[in-house]
Each structure stands twice: as C-alpha cells, then as structure tokens.
C-alpha cells in the first residue's frame, strides 16, 4: 500500500489560496482605496509596462457669443515600470514534521502571506515617494513641518499638509494617512482624533487603521519610515500583477525533506503626482 508522506499533506494550490489569504489580511497600503489592482499583465511577454497618465486640461475658457471655440489637445504621458520578482523558499525536514513543537507548514503559510504583503506594500511606498523628474515624470506633493513641529499633531502636520491641496481638498477624494508606529501614540493623542472603535457600525474599518483625522482614515505601517507620513489620494498608485502569490512544492526523498517556495511577480507605479503628499516631521 502507498504510504502518506510529508508532501501529501502539503497541497500547492491550497496553500497559495491561504497565503493569498494572509497576503490580502496583511497589505497596508495596498488594501487601501489610494491604490488601482489589476491583472492585465498575466500571460503576457516581457518585463516592462507602460503606466499611462492625462494630463490635466486648463481652466474653461470665456466664450463670446457667435465665436467658435478653440480645441484643446487632451495630452497623455506614460512612464515605464519593471516588473520585479520576489519569493522565498523553506525546506522542512520529516522529523521536524513528526517530533517538533507546531505545525511549521501552518507557519509558512502565515509568513509567506506576511512576507509578501510586506514586499508590495514596501514596493508602493517608495514608489510613492519616488522622484520621476530624469524619467520624464514628476515629483508628489513634498511638506516639512516648521522648525520644531516634531510631532504629528492635526495643527502642526495635517492642516499644512492639506493645505497644499488648495480647493481640491475634499476627505472623499482620499484613501488615508499612513503613518510609522513610532507616530502612533502621537495621532492618538491629538483632540482631531477619533478611535477606531468610536467610528461606528456603519464606517468600514480596513487591517491596520486606528482611527481617523478630519475624516480620513489613519493607518500604521512601519514601511513608512519613522517621521515620515503619506497622505494619498484614491488611485494615486497603481500595483499590476504578472502573477499573483503562487506556492509550489518538492520532495527530495533522499534527504527525506519538502521544500517550499512562494513567489509573486508584479510592478508598482505613482499614478497621479497630485494625489500624494509626502510629510516630514521636523528633527528635534
């Protein structure tokens, strides 16, 4: 009769289904509104996509009655991004199956979840950040506090911050603030601030927001830097997927181990220059 070894316990499909699971559980930024997903590069050839951007049209003209108007051209940019690949790999030996303290496979599925989120997540932040200027593209919206603002105080950073928004301010136009751990406390604190749990049941609350300021969602990630906070529009990013977390599998039958692996193949890119603020909190 066959006998079950190690890696018939361990289904490729199942697991890319739960660490796809974990991955979605654990995005910060990308599981935000300021983000546009798609899957428009899967089975396609080559290593390169084209973002493209309109341009913006002026300001409407004053017409005169009986007087034809003038057209404008509608412009477009595109800038080009890379696709990247990132994996990782864990080799699990029977005995460490057999004798040792957990399930290590459940452990891998949860931090190849993790890890993955982590990665993109990690990827749309520079990116947002990013300056385009040699590429042909542009720069985000750029803040520094006043000298001896240190804090993320509504006063001191939020109401700068949005003022560079001028008129398009509007909180439904925005996915969130994203801020380091280390300015947890400080948001928390601020009178603007209203908790998570006080937000109500009709307020759709997304993994790793704490509250909200002035309307807009707050969340943590140490992806942004300490003394460092994005504020982002809807869309303003864009993430595209050749193809999304997979997990395969093999026996080696001698050493009586199954090594694992996951990897997921995708580009990042600023959708929109205007729809993201990049705020530094002054240095002490």
């Known amino acids: 009769m066959p006998d079950t070894t190690a890696a018939n316990l361990i289904v490729p499909e199942v697991w890319a289904d739960m660490s796809q699971a974990r991955f979605t559980g654990a995005v910060r930024v990308m599981g935000s509104g300021a983000v546009m997903t798609d899957d428009t590069l899967v089975g396609q050839p080559g290593d390169t996509i084209n973002f493209p951007k309109w341009d913006t049209l002026g300001e409407l003209d004053d017409l005169t009655e009986g007087t034809a108007m003038s057209t404008t051209v509608m412009g477009q940019r595109s800038s080009s991004a890379t696709i990247r690949e990132a994996g990782k790999a864990v080799e699990i030996t029977d005995k ?7 399930d290590p496979r459940d452990e891998a599925q949860r931090q190849f979840g993790i890890l993955a989120a982590r990665k993109v997540d990690a990827a ?8 385009e200027t040699a590429q042909g593209g542009g720069t985000p919206y750029s803040l520094t506090t006043a000298a001896g603002k240190t804090k993320f105080t509504w006063a001191d950073a939020m109401v700068p911050a949005l003022a560079k928004f001028g008129d398009e301010w509007d909180p439904a136009e925005f996915a969130g603030i994203f801020l380091n751990s280390a300015q947890h406390a400080e948001a928390a604190l601020d009178p603007q601030f209203i908790d998570a749990s006080k937000l109500g049941a009709d307020t759709v609350v997304r993994t790793g927001q704490i509250g909200a300021i002035a309307g807009l969602p707050v969340f943590i990630t140490n992806r942004v830097a300490a ?6 529009k809807n869309n303003s990013l864009g993430a595209l997927y050749k193809r999304r977390p997979i ?17 997921v193949h995708f580009a990042v890119k600023r959708l929109d220059d205007k729809g993201v603020l990049v705020g530094t909190l002054a240095a002490t």
Do not use: H, P, S, W
């Open 247 to 263: 997990v395969e599998t093999d026996r080696d039958i001698l050493k009586r181990t199954t090594v694992i692996t996951t990897n």
């Open 227 to 232: 003394g460092k906070f994005l504020l982002l």
């Open 124 to 131: 749309l932040i520079a990116q947002a950040q990013a300056d």
């Open 96 to 102: 460490a199956l057999l004798t040792g303290l957990g």
